[in-house]
């Protein structure tokens, strides 16, 4: 490695009278030649190249993918590198009644939410999938079903990418629910982890659900994938990606229509490239990938 010194400008300031001017110039003039190093990576071997970097290290998107940098989301090796588009469904009846979903099948998409829904596919019509995969309750089945329109590869149900079961709060408004069964409600909303009916955790189960969904998808053959789902589950994948407990379940929010973006390298490791993102709700915003 070979190092070299170079000079750093420090601009300095001072409010004296002009009588020290001279002086100020002075401690101008030493400020400004702070010397500072810079190393090259020159060594016997010859310089580093990209061709090199390439032929060393597995690439994740565009950043250099180092070995045990994060955790395997698989534990076992994929065919190739995955990229993954997770789609929260459009705005459903009961999410604009303000009522508690969960499992439940009765809500379904109103008309905005299928606007939000061709949106996204407006959004994402210039990206190329293998396949989409979505939970087969209504709001996502019929939301999958209007961004996959016009696409050969049939859709794709899996029970594992349906939402949290939260039993008796499923259909009430969350103004009631929070009156006639306060204790769970409240631990529900503030302590969600922790909330349990009959011995039953919900959220832990969601958990153990959306390792189950990652590796149904990532050991689909193909690269490039479309999902389409719900909040708390898509809340779930991104959480488990990203090795993170289930405490930490209310740290990420997802609109609606709202598109999140990971790719995985062939050891089944998640980078995640993009949150929420929401521009095609608002404009006739396009991604290109």
Known sequence: ???????????FFTNLASKD?????????????????????????GPVTADKLENDYALTGTAYDFERGTISITRESLSSPKKVILVRHGLSTWNEEGRVQGSS??????EAGVKQAER?????????????????ISRAKTTAEVLW???EEPLVFLDSLKEAHLFFLEGMKNVDAKVIYP???ITWREDPANFYVNGVYPLRRLWATARDAWREILFTPGESFLVV????????LICTALGLPPERFRSIDVNNGGISTFVFNKRGEA???SLNMTAHMYSDHVYLS
Do not use: W
């Open 183 to 185: 204790k769970e409600y």
């Open 149 to 151: 329109q016009g696409r």
């Open 229 to 236: 789902t719900h909040k708390s589950i898509v809340r779930a």
């Open 120 to 136: 996204c596919r407006h959004a994402l019509a210039k990206m190329h999938f293998d396949k989409c995969f979505s939970s087969p």
């Open 21 to 45: 001017a001279k002086l100020a110039t002075n401690r101008y003039n030493l400020c400004r030649s702070t010397p500072r190093i810079r190393c090259s990576s020159s060594s016997a071997e």
């Open 105 to 110: 099948n009765l809500s379904v998409l109103t």
């Open 271 to 273: 980078m995640l490239k």
């Open 1 to 11: 490695m070979v190092c070299e010194a170079l000079s750093l400008t420090i601009p």
